[in-house]
């Protein structure tokens, strides 16, 4: 295991493929180990994705887990959108921050974007 910062491991963010991708943007460990403080155990469900895996996981084309700025994550004893609403509290004015039926995105894009896929 590669220690990417106290609850973090680098191996956690490494594409699903096995193409061993797994670079992480250092500003969304920062992130997550802030959200961490304030809640219990994040698992990782999916952060890096290859182009490849991308497509075939129908990701969006410009997608941030291709650049390793984005994790999905599960929140033990959190509902995804108590999650959401603490991220886009503390980051108002930035990142992309996306909450679906059993997850969040949460990506460290310098805009801001939000979206709801929960009633899809
Ligand atoms: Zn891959």
């Not at 680098?10 to 403080?37: H, K, M, N, P």
């Not at 599960?74 to 679906?100: A, C, F, H, M, S």
């Not at 805009?111 to 899809?120: F, G, M, N, P, V």
Request: a neutral charge; proline letters at 2%.
């Amino acid at each position: 295991m590669t220690k990417l910062s106290e609850h973090f491991n680098r191996e956690e963010f490494e594409c699903q493929c096995g193409c061993g991708q797994d670079t992480v943007d250092y500003e969304l460990i920062r992130v997550l180990e802030a959200l961490r403080s304030n809640t219990g155990p994040i698992i990782i469900s999916s952060g890096n994705r290859c182009t490849k895996r991308n497509k075939a996981s129908g990701g969006a084309l410009k997608s941030f887990h291709v650049i390793s700025k984005a994790a999905d994550i599960i929140v033990k004893g959190n509902t995804p959108l108590e999650i959401y609403q603490y991220l886009d509290e503390r980051y108002p004015d930035r990142y992309g921050i996306g909450v679906y039926l059993g997850w969040v995105h949460i990506d460290v894009r310098q805009k801001k974007a939000r979206w709801d896929e929960t009633h899809s």
